[in-house]
């Protein structure tokens, strides 16, 4: 945190550790109490850098004034909370602006709303131990809105100087249930949405197998153009399978003049069917006869013939 003099003030995060009663205490209970309070502390800031945050000292207490993350004071309240041996411990939280002025950290003084509303939260803390104003818990909601669920509403009070805070106590309880519950709803929420993708997941299983595209492998010899549902699809070979969706299908395998090939098939889903046909070789062309010439009688031979005809006379 920047220690440099600043014109205006700049909003911060408080976190007060006010030992009530302290003033009316003999001089060695106060200091077992304050040696307690600085063990307390140094639990409270394990985890909030140094470089983060500024420790002031008070009469009954001490403060711790810190910029950036409002979660970083929430978490040393709650190890402030912990760690505490003193029953009359009060923590304060407040996010208000301070102004801090000094040359370097050992000689930083901050003053300001932030400081003074953390000190009386820290007053006027009983039965819960951390007290946190309305304006800590807006800038704690800024950032982690779960975080600020647990800081439940507990009433308003009045400071020395007449203004009323309201009051927010740090109470997991309630957080914890509503974050059950949401765990609860949102397990719910899967699981349908699991139960509803799992159907899905079945319905579309059996309609993709129940639309799995049947095989249709092609034996034609020596050749045919294959048609399917009167659609052509190529000549057989060099066709040798069909994909075809399942149910009825009309096949016919065409071959020039030949007579064609025509089935009616009921493929089912996946099915793998095999078709052969050979289409028989055409008839060889009939041989025409040729005419003979009527064979010419010799001479001798008309004789004879002469002859055989007036021999009777």
Request: hydrophobic content about 40%; proline content about 10%; charged content about 25%.
């Amino acid at each position: 945190m920047t220690t440099e003099s600043a014109p205006l003030p700049i909003p911060a995060s408080v976190l007060f550790l006010r030992m009530r009663g302290w003033g009316d205490e003999l001089p060695s209970a106060q200091s077992r109490r304050r040696t307690q309070l600085a063990a307390t502390l140094r639990a409270a800031l394990a985890a909030w850098a140094e470089d983060r945050r500024v420790v002031l000292e008070a009469p009954d207490g001490l403060a711790v004034v810190g910029e950036g993350d409002p979660a970083l004071a929430l978490r040393a309240a709650r190890l402030a909370a912990q760690h505490t041996k003193d029953p009359g411990l009060g923590i304060g939280l407040h996010h208000g602006p301070v102004l801090a002025t000094g040359e370097s950290l050992g000689e930083a003084r901050v003053q300001g709303d932030g400081v003074e509303t953390a000190a009386a939260l820290a007053g006027f803390a009983g039965e819960h131990p951390v007290l946190a104003s309305q304006s800590f818990r807006e800038a704690l909601a800024q950032r982690w809105p779960q975080e600020a669920e647990m800081l439940r509403a507990a009433g308003d009070f009045v400071d020395e100087r007449l203004r009323s805070h309201a009051l927010f106590v740090f109470d997991p309880l309630p957080a914890r249930r509503r974050a059950v519950r949401r765990t609860i709803v949102g397990s719910l929420g899967v699981a349908l949405l699991l139960t509803a993708g799992l159907a899905g997941r079945q319905a579309r299983e059996y309609y993709e197998e129940q639309h799995r595209p049947a095989l249709l492998v092609l034996d034609i010899k020596p050749a045919g153009e294959v048609f399917v549902d009167g659609e052509a699809r190529g000549n057989a070979p060099p066709l040798v399978r069909i994909s075809l969706p399942p149910g009825p299908h009309v096949i016919e395998v065409r071959n020039g003049k030949l007579p064609p090939m025509k089935t009616e098939v009921q493929l089912k889903p996946g099915e793998l069917m095999e078709l052969k046909h050979v289409f028989p070789p055409p008839a060889p062309p009939a041989r025409k006869a040729r005419p003979v010439a009527p064979r010419q009688n010799t001479p001798g031979e008309k004789l004879d013939k002469w002859i055989d005809k007036y021999k009777w006379w």
